[in-house]
């Protein structure tokens, strides 16, 4: 063996970092696209509420592997993890937002699948707080893109190039199948909480076509 080369254990361990990173920004991209439909919804949410409690309940899926993978990195950082050092944290005010964009994210779609539950004649406080986590989330997710957008976008194409010209990469398999996992996953979830949803989507099409 090469005294020069690494040991296997530390290139399984490389890899299991940049897997970690191709995992979250492309997931991470997959959610940007689905959420920018949804924004769309929010322009005109009465006429398009069915759309938009659809896509709502197809993003929990995505929502929750991105969370999961983000909180792998972090925990394998702070415990000393020496892949997940050198590779070193984001920048500190990304850092910091970073809890903020998971209690947000957890606080919209909550509140969201909780209004299901209500009549929209009587929503009690939960639309308020579902408007309102929708406009803190909104704030702090615009610094997190912006952020991450750039090396979001180069290592989902890099991971997008592989398949394309069919160069292995240690456990694309893999993570192809969580991100396809999490979008069954979400739409079984709009499939299954769509119908509960027809007092919304009922009330506001009527609304629509006064």
Known sequence: MDPNSPAPGSALADAGVAGNA??????????LALLAVEGLTVLSVRSMITLHVFLGMLLIGPVLLKTGSTAYRFARYYAGARPYVAKGPPHVLLRLLGPLVIVSSLMLFGTGVALLAVKPS????????????FLIWFAVMTVHVLGHLKEAFLTTWRELRSVIHGHPTQGRGLRL???????????VAAGALLPTASPWTTGATGRANR
């Open 22 to 31: 191709r995992l979250t920004s492309t997931t991470g991209m997959v959610l």
């Open 177 to 187: 199948a969580l991100i396809v996992l999490a979008l069954v996953f979400g739409v």
């Open 122 to 133: 009587d929503p009690g406080l939960l639309l308020q707080a579902h408007k309102a986590s």
